[in-house]
């Protein structure tokens, strides 16, 4: 073995386990993945299939009383959250979005059809997925490649930054639950 290969292997044996330009590259493309795939979501719950109304009737069909209030309370918040983490600004809100309109999905609606997305009436894989990757998103931050970090707010991430997506987004889904959620009686 050369010194040259030498110093090399030495080198590439001491190097991080990751670069911060792929971190930031991949939180980029996961905040915007996860945030277009919102954004979908409450623009299709507004303008697609039955619009507005049949998205209000099929929440009330669900037990969230007033339907349409719940219809678009849901799809700007899909739309919001979307936005900010396309962007990466006031991420843990954008993350809390996602956690807190998917899990009263998961309540309304999945959990009661299985795991897989492909079963009658559509399991909870897909909304289970959303909450988790809220969540992850929470805790990590918008990486260096967000309005976020140009701005400089430092509480976007870690601790904060779970916390907010915890409190605001699956706790905010629970009392939302509590307080307007009355499914009939089978």
């Known amino acids: 073995m050369s010194f040259i290969t030498a110093v090399v292997m030495a080198k590439a044996m001491s190097a991080p386990v990751f670069s911060p330009t792929g971190l930031s590259l991949g939180l980029a493309i996961f905040r915007i993945a996860v945030g277009g795939i919102m954004l979908a979501h409450g623009i299709?719950?507004?303008?697609?299939g039955g619009k507005i109304r049949g998205t209000a009737g099929w929440f009330a069909?669900?037990?969230?009383?007033?339907?349409?209030?719940?219809?678009?309370?849901?799809?700007?918040?899909?739309?919001?959250g979307g936005i900010l983490l396309i962007l990466?600004?006031?991420?843990?809100?954008?993350?809390?979005?996602?956690?807190?309109?998917?899990?009263?999905?998961?309540?309304?609606?999945?959990?009661?059809?299985?795991?897989?997305?492909?079963?009658?009436?559509?399991?909870?894989?897909?909304?289970?997925?959303?909450?988790?990757?809220?969540?992850?998103?929470?805790?990590?931050?918008?990486?260096?490649?967000?309005?976020?970090?140009?701005?400089?707010?430092?509480?976007v991430s870690g601790n904060v930054g779970f916390a907010i997506a915890v409190i605001a987004g699956l706790g905010g889904g629970l009392l939302l639950l509590l307080g307007f959620w009355r499914p009939e009686k089978k």
């Open 61 to 80: 069909s669900l037990g969230m009383k007033p339907g349409i209030f719940h219809a678009w309370m849901a799809s700007l918040a899909e739309i919001g």
């Open 88 to 155: 990466g600004l006031f991420t843990p809100l954008g993350a809390a979005a996602v956690c807190g309109t998917m899990i009263v999905a998961f309540i309304t609606n999945h959990r009661k059809n299985g795991f897989f997305i492909f079963r009658p009436g559509e399991g909870w894989e897909y909304v289970g997925l959303l909450i988790c990757s809220g969540l992850a998103i929470g805790a990590a931050g918008p990486g260096k490649w967000s309005i976020d970090q140009l701005l400089k707010f430092n509480w």
């Open 44 to 48: 299709n719950h507004i303008f697609g």
